[in-house]
């Protein structure tokens, strides 16, 4: 897989309400959880091309997305709860 590019805009953890600084592992974290995201979303992509039923693709989908949400915010550990 290719290496993540870096967010060339530094944060602060002031920037995003409710998120604390994170360390560079955890950012890194993030960055790789990005790729898998984008890699997941592609292959749902390419199966509902091939053909493939869309409703499971569609709720699959759905479950990729809460569950690279909840990487997220294990990672992050964001003060507000949703």
Do not use: Y
Request: proline letters at 5%; aromatic letters at 4%.
């Amino acid at each position: 897989m290719p290496e993540a590019a870096q967010d060339p805009v530094i944060h602060t953890a002031t920037d995003v309400l409710g998120h604390r600084m994170l360390s560079s592992d955890q950012v890194a974290v993030l960055f790789k959880v990005k790729e898998l995201r984008e890699h997941a979303s592609k292959v749902c992509s390419d199966l509902k091309d091939s053909g493939a039923d869309p409703r499971n693709l569609a709720i699959a989908r759905t479950h990729f997305e809460d569950a690279f949400m909840r990487i997220n915010r294990a990672v992050t550990k964001p003060e507000v709860d949703l």
